[in-house]
């Protein structure tokens, strides 16, 4: 990764970027930095994510709630002030979202696992 100087994110002044989900839709705010990501991400009632993800992940919910399905069939409910980690290729999950919630979510390289 690059070094990154001091500043600050105003969020409001970030687009907000629709990705449609097999229902519902997330709205994503991102900075981007060399090998490292940053969201403000917005799901909406009766989200549910289009794909099963095998990226790593820190997320952070900052409000509401949802839940992280994994592909081994565990339901994992997240809610305000909760936080998961999880490294590359470790999971396949996917996002649902029955009444919306509001994510910080980062990911980058130093999520990558060995190989």
Known sequence: MSNIPFQT??????????YKGETGVALWQTIQFAGLRIRLVE?????????????????????????????????????????????DELSSHRSVSENGVKLLIIDGDFLKTDS
């Open 9 to 18: 994110i105003d969020w409001a002044s970030i687009e907000k970027v629709e």
């Open 43 to 87: 799901y909406s009632n009766g989200y549910l994510a289009d794909h099963w993800c095998q990226k790593g992940h820190i997320v952070h919910c900052l409000e509401g709630e949802f839940i992280s399905e994994l592909k081994t069939g565990a339901h994992i409910k997240l809610t305000k002030g909760e936080t998961y980690i999880v490294s």
